[in-house]
């Protein structure tokens, strides 16, 4: 539960943003100002739009979905683009009544408070490429043909934040930092909300995603990934839920049961560990919150 110091911190007028990493009590929050406040919960997490995974991506379960309204969740089928932008333009109809913004997407909350390059929409060839590149190991070469500037801002520790930059750089032949020099003004500056990170002690926080994955298993999850084998693609973006490529993996047979949790519980912690450095890095101006939540659950 979110204790009363927590909930005393946020404003009961304002827009609330609450950015996290994965297991860090962040829904378990929105919630409580949803009930508080009557708020609206917004969806800012690019794995939580997609259709295909409730458990793994730990989307809201249909008991929190009843008990507040809940916007921009597991809309976004497996064919279908989504991107930042998308994102942007639908949830731009939704600021005209409370609101608490939740997720761990940083750059959908960038997007949000400090406004989004328009770049033009990335041929199907470029991308095509881009995947080839990546999965066959050259995202070292991808790197290096990247200019500094863009080189400079973004994460260079998550692969698709590599290949979205090179296919920019490719497609336009101006590179991600040149084009985000042009951005307009954003849809909800942070002046105008507030945002709060929220913070777990990391021994904390990684007992959580453990705890998390095993009753995700418990769940079904591996029945969900079951589900999803016959279109499952790495490079695709609605199949990169963390967890479910060891999964998929325990279902081909490369991998014990036992071993493909404790790989996926490793990659959960390493995903954790870049987007607490991310938001360090990105999200000074907003104000550090201690998680009192410690259920496990959620995101």
Do not use: C
Request: proline residues 6%.
């Amino acid at each position: 539960m979110n204790g009363p110091q927590e909930l005393a911190q946020v404003s009961r007028a304002a827009p609330v943003l609450i950015a996290g990493p994965t297991a860090s009590g962040k829904s378990a929050l929105a919630l409580a100002l949803a009930d508080r406040d009557g708020r609206v919960i917004i969806n800012a997490d690019a794995l939580q739009v997609h259709s295909a995974w409730r458990l793994l991506s730990a989307r809201p379960s249909p008991h929190d979905e009843d008990r507040a309204p809940h916007a921009l969740y597991g809309h976004v089928g497996k064919k279908d683009a989504y991107s930042v932008g998308h994102w942007l333009r639908e949830v731009a109809p939704l600021l005209a009544q409370p609101v608490v913004i939740v997720g761990g997407t940083g750059l959908y909350f960038m997007a949000l408070t400090e406004g989004l390059a328009v770049i033009p929409p990335i041929p199907p060839e470029v991308r095509a490429e881009a995947d080839a590149r990546r999965l066959g190991g050259g995202i070292a070469g991808m790197i290096g043909e990247l200019d500094a500037a863009t080189a400079s801002g973004i994460d260079l520790a998550n692969p698709a934040r590599i290949q979205r930059a090179w296919e920019v750089w490719r497609a336009t032949g101006r590179g991600l930092a040149d084009w985000q020099r042009d951005t307009g003004p954003p849809l909800l500056p942070l002046a105008e909300a507030q945002g709060l990170v929220l913070q777990v002690d990391r021994d904390r926080l990684n007992g959580r995603i453990d705890a998390r994955l095993d009753a995700m298993m418990v769940a079904g999850a591996l029945d969900e990934v079951r589900a999803n084998a016959a279109d499952f693609d790495p490079a695709t973006p609605w199949a990169r839920a963390i967890g479910a490529a060891e999964l998929m993996q325990h279902l081909t047979g490369a991998l014990t049961r036992d071993s493909a949790v404790a790989q996926a519980k490793l990659a959960t912690r390493q995903y954790a560990k870049r987007q607490r450095t991310w938001f360090r890095s990105r999200m000074r101006g907003w104000t550090a919150l201690q998680s009192e939540t410690d259920d496990g659950k959620g995101a």
